[in-house]
Each structure stands twice: as structure tokens, then as C-alpha cells.
Nanobody, 116 residues
Framework: QVQLVESGGGLVQAGGSLRLSCAAS????????MGWFRQPPGKQRELVAV???????NYADSVKGRFTISRDNTKNTVYLQMNSLKPEDTAVYYC??????????WGQGTQVTVSS
């Protein structure tokens, strides 16, 4: 069973920065992709950024140029550096991991609140 532990959320003023981390652990698995989703209050969960083991990276248009996803394969950890934060970035952020077996796993979520 894969476990994902997130950290780094919090309260920040508009224009500030936060860095989220997500560490994966558990049984032996091959990671195909790791990424971040978010769910704003009253809205559906949406993709923020994803990185695949093949090296491709994709961002939501709303975060391009402000957020950077990176991955440390030696630690099975994915990071999300969030700069120039806006109030509309306020959401619960979820780490997501996919394996080559076709399974998908979610973290417990971490709250990010951006005040205006």
C-alpha cells in the first residue's frame, strides 16, 4: 500500500510563496507520475501540475509562470514551489501518484490560504 505524506501548506499573504512537499512510501512500486491537484472551496478538484517518469511536465494555465513542480526520485518526493500567490490559489492541495500497475493514490490534503 502506498502512502503519501504532504507538508508545507499554510497561510500567506498575496504575492508570497509557499513550498509543498509530498513523500511517497510503501510497498515496492514503479512510479509513472506524481503531481498536485487542488480543490478550492465549493469547487471541483482540478489539476495544478504533474511530472511523469518520462520527464514531461504539465501545468494548469492558471499557475504557469508562478508554480514549479520538481521531483527527487531518490526520495520518492515531489515538490510544488508556489510563487506570486493569489487569493484564488486558496484551496486544499492534494498530492497524487500513479504507478505503472495503473493504480492511483492520493495524499490527505494540505490547506493553502492566500489572504488579500
Amino acid at each position: 500500500q502506498v502512502q503519501l505524506v504532504e507538508s508545507g501548506g499554510g497561510l500567506v499573504q498575496a504575492g508570497g510563496s509557499l513550498r509543498l512537499s509530498c513523500a511517497a512510501s510503501g510497498s515496492d512500486f514503479g512510479i509513472s507520475a506524481m503531481g498536485w491537484f487542488r480543490q478550492p472551496p465549493g469547487k471541483q478538484r482540478e489539476l495544478v501540475a504533474v511530472t511523469t517518469s518520462g520527464g514531461s511536465i504539465n501545468y494548469a494555465d492558471s499557475v504557469k509562470g508562478r508554480f514549479t513542480i520538481s521531483r527527487d526520485n531518490t526520495k520518492n518526493t515531489v515538490y510544488l514551489q508556489m510563487n506570486s500567490l493569489k487569493p484564488e490559489d486558496t484551496a486544499v492541495y492534494y498530492c497524487n501518484l500513479g504507478t505503472y500497475r495503473g493504480s492511483w493514490y492520493w495524499g490527505q490534503g494540505t490547506q493553502v490560504t492566500v489572504s488579500s
